[in-house]
């Protein structure tokens, strides 16, 4: 598959990312057994996740939703921006954060930052994906991680390339093998 001159190869497909969806809920459903926890859900990329990982739940939900920017293409701007606020109150709560990719960990540690000034009583995190090889601030590790990959670019499954890509139901990782060499002549 090629985007914007940059070539993919399927890593997950639907079926494979159902089973480790089913997983996480698994392991959050025992976990938060008996309480109400409300899940503050990273827009955009995470909806997808989100909605598989929502429907999975067995005790009484909440939702709610952030958007944070700190990407634009491939690359890393350095600083987080919350364009849209929590939509929720969290005080005093028991928060799981739905997140798509952890890679640096700069995005989340802002978060889990403000949920706590919000008032949030705990914070946990489930991300979709997480490269830990990537990770700058350990503090932002998630509890609950779906799929550990190496530090490549991804698209699928809610993750996009400029906005592109998001509704592709299969994950697909960077190919670098397709990166053609230039001849100097």
Same mark, same amino acid.
């Given at each position: =598959?090629?985007?914007?001159? *940059? ?7 639907? @079926? ?23 899940f ?5 990329g995470?909806? *997808? ?7 999975? =739940?067995? *005790? ?20 987080v @921006? ?7 109150? !969290? =005080?005093?709560?028991?928060? !799981?954060? !739905? ?8 995005? *989340? ?7 706590? @000034? ?29 799929l550990?990959?190496?530090?490549q670019?991804? !698209? ?20 670098? #093998?397709?990166?053609? #060499?230039?001849?100097?002549?």
């Amino acid at each position: =598959m090629e985007l914007q001159g *940059m070539h993919f190869k399927e890593y997950k497909t639907p @079926q494979e990312i159902d089973t480790l969806v089913g997983q996480v809920a698994g392991q959050i459903n025992h976990d938060y057994q008996g309480l109400k926890p409300v899940f503050v859900v990273v827009l955009t990329g995470a909806f *997808m996740y989100a909605s598989d990982l929502l429907r999975k =739940m067995t *005790m009484p939900t909440e939702v709610a939703f952030v958007k944070l920017r700190s990407y634009v293409g491939t690359e890393t701007t350095g600083e987080v @921006q919350e364009t849209v606020p929590v939509t929720a109150d !969290i =005080m005093d709560r028991d928060v !799981i954060v !739905i997140e798509d990719i952890i890679d640096t960990g700069l995005s *989340m540690r802002y978060l889990k930052k403000r949920l706590y @000034q919000l008032g949030a009583k705990t914070v946990r995190v489930t991300s979709f994906l997480f490269k830990p090889d990537a990770l700058q601030y350990p503090e932002s590790a998630p509890e609950y991680p779906a799929l550990l990959i190496p530090h490549q670019f991804v !698209i699928g499954y809610g993750l996009d390339l400029d906005q592109q890509a998001r509704n592709l139901p299969s994950l697909y990782i960077y190919d670098k #093998s397709k990166v053609e #060499s230039v001849i100097v002549r």
